[in-house]
């Protein structure tokens, strides 16, 4: 029996994975800020739970802060660049190969779920919504932040430039965003479709930039 491919488009292996890594650490900015909201809506020492880490960054500035952070990728090359960042940074972080539609967590295992600007690259998206209800413990948050399906050239422009890349790597994120993510990234009435298709019913929406955070809470 053929087992259905994870994600969607290209893997996120060797050369890829590593060309990634370079150029979204060259600002860790977003990923302080993220870790920073993350801490203000659980309690220290958490448990929480990233999903699609890539590089490991924000997983990193999470743990910075006190919470007790798993993360579970699909990109074997990820991993291993995820725990040597985690080794460099001098902190605590359980990384693991996994499947976001099959995660390896019991039941409730979990306080908050993150995943940022990975879920438009699940092929069973509504599955992994449902996993990351099943292992949040009651009243446990989930968000998912991902790219805008309605950004425009100009925010997209805009982004780009504040990620202080070379003018061949801007050119490649200018058009990777153009042909390859926005054709991906799913719109507010579609997210929130799949909202209601999945276990928790629900979810709130709010945007900033390009980005659109979509807010999950378990009853």
């Known amino acids: 029996m053929t087992t259905a491919k994870a994600y969607r488009g290209l893997g996120m292996e060797g050369a890829i994975a590593t060309w990634y890594t370079k150029n979204t650490g060259r600002d860790l900015s977003r ?3 993220t870790a920073r909201l993350v ?3 659980v309690r220290p020492g958490s448990d929480v739970l990233e999903v699609a880490p890539g590089p490991g960054y924000l ?3 999470m743990a910075r802060r006190g919470l007790t952070v798993t993360s579970i990728d ?3 090359s990820f991993v291993r660049i995820a725990q040597e960042n985690v080794h460099r940074a001098n902190v605590t972080v359980d990384v693991r190969h996994g499947n976001a539609s099959a995660l390896p ?3 409730a295992s979990f306080d908050f779920v993150v995943c940022v600007a990975a879920f438009k690259n699940f092929s069973d998206p ?3 919504i449902n996993e990351m209800h099943r292992v949040l413990r009651p009243g446990g948050q989930a ?3 991902d790219l805008r399906k309605d950004a425009t050239r100009e925010e997209i422009d805009a982004e780009v430039e504040r990620m202080q890349l070379s003018p061949w790597n801007a050119w490649v994120t200018r058009w990777t965003f153009s042909l390859m993510l926005l054709k991906r990234a799913y719109s507010r009435a579609v997210f929130e479709q799949m909202a209601a298709q999945s276990c928790f019913g629900r979810c709130d929406v ?3 930039g390009i980005t659109s955070e979509f807010r999950f809470t378990k009853a």
Request: aromatic share 12%; hydrophobic share 45%; net charge negative.
């Open 126 to 128: 509504v599955g992994a």
């Open 59 to 61: 997983a990193i500035e």
């Open 31 to 33: 990923f302080e800020k």
């Open 143 to 145: 968000s998912i932040f």
């Open 74 to 76: 699909i990109s074997h």
């Open 39 to 41: 801490a203000e809506r």
């Open 105 to 107: 967590f019991a039941d």
């Open 206 to 208: 709010t945007s900033d």
